[in-house]
């Protein structure tokens, strides 16, 4: 799977690889992001009382990333909260979309 990844002046493409699945669990994969290194990505899904929680821990595995913890988890909190918040989004888009269709059936 192509990429594109970095800050918006650093943006890089590259592929990440499917490592281990575990149907509706588990996904890991090696993304590559040359040239600041590769990292181990890991996606769980747990059922929880209102849906589903997902859970992504990101590792770093090679290259400068492996060599500047701080700055790359900093990156990593800051690209991961704008994901979560898009992620939000559109959630909230769906279960409004879905609203809206029940609400039209009912007429």
Same mark, same amino acid.
């Given at each position: 799977m192509?990429?594109?990844f970095g800050l918006p002046l650093l943006r890089a493409a590259d592929f990440t690889t499917v490592v281990e699945?575990?149907?509706c669990s588990r996904l890991v994969l090696a993304a590559r992001?040359?040239?600041y290194g590769q990292?181990?990505?890991?996606? !769980? #899904?747990? %059922?929880?009382?209102?849906? !589903? #929680?997902? %859970?992504i821990r990101e590792?770093?595995?090679a290259g400068p990333v492996v060599r500047l913890p701080r700055v790359a988890r900093?990156?990593?909190?800051?690209?991961n909260q704008r994901s979560a918040d898009s992620l939000a989004r559109l959630a909230m888009r769906a279960a409004q979309r879905d609203s809206d269709r029940q609400g039209d059936g009912a007429r």
């Open positions: 192509h990429h594109r699945v575990q149907p992001a040359r040239p990292v181990k990505v890991e996606v !769980t #899904l747990d %059922t929880v009382a209102r849906g !589903t #929680l997902i %859970t590792l770093p595995r900093a990156i990593q909190r800051w690209r």
